[in-house]
């Protein structure tokens, strides 16, 4: 998966920060061009995720809920409140050798 995101981030000039995949959801601190709208970027980051994913793993498609990669559901947020380096290590220190690369719960 985070072959086809940094893919789909290159042919659209959005620069990955920091990327983290865990097993049922990802973590993403990217920056983009403001002209485009913030649910625009998200929605071609699951829809051209979802169809290279199942071009690449058709199997997958038959063990999903209803055969969808991702849910409609997203959260996003933009980096004022906290440094843009404190998101970027949250990011990073989701999967710790501490928890031996499992999500924390």
Known sequence: M???LTHICDEHDI???SLQVMPDHIHMLISFN???AASSIVKTLKGKSARLWFKAYPETKAMLWGGHLWTPSYFMA?????SKETVKKYIENQLTE???GRPRT
């Open 2 to 4: 985070q072959d086809i």
């Open 15 to 17: 620069v990955i920060q």
């Open 34 to 36: 403001p002209k485009h």
């Open 78 to 82: 933009t980096v004022g409140s906290m």
């Open 98 to 100: 501490y928890n031996d």
